[in-house]
Antibody, heavy 118, light 110 residues
Framework: EVQLLESGGGLVQPGGSLRLSCAAS????????MSWVRQAPGKGLEWVSA????????YYADSVKGRFTVSRDNSKNTVYLQMNSLRAEDTAVYYC???????????WGQGTLVTVSS | EIVVTQSPGTLSVAPGERATLSCRAS??????LAWYQQKPGQAPRLLIY???TRATGIPARFSGRGSGTEFTLTISSLQSEDFAIYYC????????????FGPGTKVDIK
């Protein structure tokens, strides 16, 4: 059974940093791309970032490019999202998702809440 | 960046009726389009990928069609558990700009 467990969310001040982790189990992590998707309170889904199975290719939404970095450690079955220079508009539930045969998301975690506020 | 739009914003449907949701991309995404269902307080669930392929465990009453820039999701006979928000996502990645979601269509009870 595929399981994705996000952690690392919390309250952070504007300009601060946070690192999210996504622990994966039930599949061979290195064989699949992974994505991060966020959802601001009461709003729709926003794709944030994706990373290839090997970690050699990364993708970012324009809204986070230069501030967020996605990475993975396949030996630890974990994907990360390093978030720097956080802004109030980054406040959202952040979902980790396993990609299917391409960069759509076939399995999702339950999400971790990030709140950026002073 | 490819912009994805969905219509209508809200669709009111009676149980047992048919629902048709639309998704449009600002440029061709070939068949690289997925549909998701999200219920309150839950993570999204993949319904359709490749514009028309049902994901594992998805009932046959859900069907997708389209290619290029115009796509539809049809729910043939709405069940009580189908009232939710539906999002489409393009994952074509050309031109580069990411894998954008549409704003969603809320399907509620008429």
């Amino acid at each position: 059974e595929v399981q994705l467990l996000e952690s690392g969310g919390g309250l952070v001040q504007p300009g601060g940093s946070l690192r999210l982790s996504c622990a994966a189990s039930g599949f061979i992590l290195r064989s699949y791309g992974m994505s991060w998707v966020r959802q601001a309170p009461g709003k729709g889904l926003e794709w944030v970032s994706a990373i290839s199975g090997s970690g050699g290719i990364t993708y970012y939404a324009d809204s986070v490019k230069g501030r967020f970095t996605v990475s993975r450690d396949n030996s630890k079955n974990t994907v990360y999202l390093q978030m720097n220079s956080l802004r109030a508009e980054d406040t959202a539930v952040y979902y980790c998702a396993k990609c299917g045969s391409y960069y759509f998301s076939d399995y999702w975690g339950q999400g971790t809440l990030v709140t950026v506020s002073s | 960046e490819i912009v994805v739009t969905q219509s209508p914003g809200t669709l009111s449907v009676a149980p047992g009726e048919r629902a048709t949701l639309s998704c449009r991309a600002s440029q061709s995404v070939s068949s690289n389009l997925a549909w998701y269902q999200q219920k309150p307080g839950q993570a999204p669930r993949l319904l359709i990928y490749g514009a028309s392929t049902r994901a594992t465990g998805i009932p046959a009453r859900f069907s997708g069609r389209g290619s290029g820039t115009e796509f539809t999701l049809t729910i043939s006979s709405l069940q009580s558990e189908d009232f939710a928000i539906y999002y489409c996502q393009q994952y074509n990645n050309w031109p580069p700009g990411g894998f954008t979601f549409g704003p969603g269509t809320k399907v509620d009870i008429k």
